[in-house]
């Protein structure tokens, strides 16, 4: 008989509680509790002072004020070390001409990438992956987005992702592809036989009984 050994990495789960933590940053000691009523963004790139990691920074630096708008903290973080971290920024304000306003955490033990599920195997043992969280301010992970290390992610599709959950909270609905401010929304479908006659009859842009939109 063969044995077993599922090596994967335990990853956290849409709509509960987002891991605790406790980490030493680039602005000093932040928890996930000194979060609660915000939104968070928290991101791992693979290292410090490497190529595409620097272009995500600039581009989460360049967005921060919007962020702030939508009243959303944003918190890296790598597996190098806090110095490593304050290396980096300063290198980049002289590079680049970009602070970097938000904290950076530094994870030399791996636990907090762990617990988020940040180190895939099958791309690096040492490293963590792109990967987003964001998280309501309910301490709730609401998504997560995982990218490859060989490709940097988009920054206003976190900004257009924000502004969705945040309308759906308001307004109890959902957005459909693409979804941004100013667009319609979709209507949750009937859940019953009757409802789902009358609904044609509800003033919505209603395509068939299951799919109906309206503007807010």
């Not at 987002?18 to 940053?25: I, K, L, M, Q």
């Not at 921060?64 to 962020?67: K, Q, S």
């Given at each position: ?14 709509n509960?509680p ?8 680039t602005?000093g ?28 920074f600039?581009?989460f630096?360049?967005r921060?004020?919007?962020?702030q ?6 918190l890296?973080?790598s ?10 920024v300063r ?8 602070d970097i ?8 033990s ?9 180190i895939?195997?099958?791309a690096s043992d040492?490293?963590?992956?792109r ?9 709730v ?15 206003d ?6 502004r969705?959950?945040?309308t759906?909270?308001?307004?109890k609905?959902?957005t ?5 401010p100013?667009d ?8 019953t036989?009757e409802?789902a006659?009358?609904r044609?009859?509800?003033g919505?842009?209603s395509?068939?009984?299951y ?6």
């Open positions: 008989m063969y044995e077993i050994h599922d090596d994967r990495p335990t990853l956290p789960r849409l509960e987002a891991p605790d933590f406790e980490a030493v940053t602005h000691t932040r928890k996930l509790a000194d979060y609660r009523g915000k939104w968070l963004i928290l991101f791992s790139h693979p290292a410090d002072f490497t190529p595409v990691c620097t272009t995500e600039l581009a630096a360049r921060h004020a919007e962020f708008d939508l009243d959303c903290e944003l890296g973080l597996i190098d070390s806090k110095f490593a971290h304050i290396a980096w290198n980049i304000k002289e590079k680049f001409g970009v306003p938000f904290p950076i955490i530094e994870d030399l791996m636990r907090v990438a762990h617990a988020y599920g940040m895939q195997p099958g040492t490293s963590a992956v990967a987003t969280f964001v998280i309501d301010p309910q301490g992970l609401r998504a997560m987005v995982y990218y490859p290390m060989s490709n940097g992610r988009s920054i599709e976190f900004l257009r992702l924000v969705a959950l945040r759906t909270d308001e307004h609905v959902a459909p592809e693409a979804w941004q100013g319609p929304v979709i209507v949750p479908p009937p859940a036989t409802a006659e009358q044609v009859h509800e919505y842009e395509t068939d009984w799919f109906a939109k309206r503007s807010l």
